[in-house]
């Protein structure tokens, strides 16, 4: 508990005590008066200087305005009445702050929970020197340098293996429990912990650039971006205040005058002005404006505790509606990393074939060019490479050895007037072309991943009405991948400005204002995610432009996330509404009672403060997401 929280516990106990002892105590007249006004003053002090610093600001109706303005009421009443019975605005004073208190609490302790969630924040990062281990400031790493991580640290950068191997807790980034293994060559995220070996990584990112400084840059600025239902709490409350304060107003002033000159009987004012101060304590708004952003940052909080960052209120909110579904295919539905399975119509030895054009896709980001080098196996000259041109959609074209080398598919080739060869083989083809002229083509294959097919299942019982694919690659491929997915409609062979026009088609013709999410990997996609109403980036493949673009990153990149992202959204959103329909009914009613004068001051406050810790209760709620 923060200092601030515990002197506020402490008020609320010494007044509790005194005004206990004061109920009891025979003391009369103005005595007494002064006597609870000692209570008054040590709880709601703060209170009162809060509204005497928004009345001289401009800034009037707020709730302080609304607490003061009623005690100070009640007292006045009790003094006119000269009942002495000032009991009741202490204590409405006290539980007033008893809700705050809470609700401080309540705050606190969650965005603990997220930030302890969230505990991936290197301290330092060790590196060698003088054959010693030195900790120093992850800032002060440089690109290229080499770091040292013991078992049970944190990877501070990311980098690659170059000695050891470990088994690494990926779990703060992806909410996957299981270990992963890892060793020498292997890519390393910031953010997992070192488990069981020691490893020397060599950073390829500063710390400014690499994943888990990312990852908490987009946590720490989710709640900045605010959703339409909590615009809408900010707006209701600056309208609903003043209403309520000149309805309580003419409660006080229009029955008494109708009352003394209309029917010429007993004004009864102090009756009048007193349920005008009960409608003021009921009317208090805190628990709709205290309750829906605390909703949103659970929901965020919970989801982010999965592996699924959703960067603020506003797309979880979009989430939640979530009707059509699009796919890119590579690196989203599969794996992304391509296999070698044939060489066909070789003009030259394969291996040769397999060089050129790995030399070719040496500077490329696309996983069919990770996967030819890979397929390659040997160790890139690549000083033999002289302006590589990239084609998104279509492939590359070199200059290597004086020769022009293009890799890619059928558009590409059609652009040099090659003519390519058809393949007869199922997969993604990579014609090559030397110097113009056709000189074979490999066939590579993907895998669709573990998950893929479960994922499209569950996002249709999740309530998603349409699924399409989307992709750059050949018919034949894509249509085989959409019918063991079960995916509704496919588009294959596409560019990446294809891709944002179809999508802008089928938001238009979305006729049940769901809203479309596009998911992707960012590789010739970015223009995609950000066109969507919401963009879905896979976190651990997607390029740092997709993680950029998307509204929503899924850290470990299996699709199955995203039936639970939808799941997390939708039970945010429950109980979002739940907590509106709750609040404003209950107030309502007791407005109404306390308008009849069917209310008392104890009751206005219970209602009030018993709401609000219910709705925060109920809020809280959003955290736990573990089942669904
Ligand atoms: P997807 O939509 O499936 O993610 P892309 O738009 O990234 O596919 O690419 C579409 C097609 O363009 C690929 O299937 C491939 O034929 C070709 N292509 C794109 N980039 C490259 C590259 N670097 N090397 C070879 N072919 C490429
Ligand atoms: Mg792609």
Redesign the pocket.
Known sequence: MKAKQKSMLLRIIVASALLIALVVSPVTGYLRLGLFLIPYLIVGYDILLKAAKGISNGRIFDENFLMTVATLGAIAIALYDNTGDYTEAVAVMLFYQIGEWFQGYAVGKSRKNISQLMDIRPDYANIERDGKLVKVDPDEIKVGDTIVVQPGEKVPLDGIVIEGQSNLNTSALTGESLPRPIGVNDEITSGCINLSGLLKIKTTKLFGDSTVSQILELVENASSRKSRSEAFITRFARVYTPIVFFSALALAIIPPLVRLFGMGIDAQWDDWIYRALVFLVISCPCALVISIPLSFFAGIGGASNQGILVKGSNYLENLSQTKVLVF?????L?E?VFEVVGIHHNKIQEKKLLEL?AL??SA?S????KS?QKAYGLPLNRQRIKDIQ???????IAQIDELQIA??????MNRLHVKPLACHSVG???HVAINGEYSGHIVIADRIKAHAKEAIEAVKKAGVKKTVM?????KM??ERVAKELGIDEVRS????SD?VRIVEELIAQNPSHGKLAFV??G???APVLSRADIGIAMGAMGSDAAIEAADVVLMDDDPIKIAKGIKISRKCLAIVKENIWFAIGIKVACLILGALGLANMWMAIFADVGVMILAILNAIRALFVKNL
């Not at 696309?366 to 060019?369: A, E, G, L, N, T």
């Open positions: 890119d295919k590579t690196g989203t599969t992304g054009a070719a896709e490329s696309h996983p069919i060019s030819l990239e084609i998104g959609g279509e492939g590359v890799a890619g598919n059928e558009k590409l993604t083809i990579v989307l992709t750059g690659d050949s491929v894509a062979e596409l560019m990446p891709k992707g990997d590789i010739n996609d």
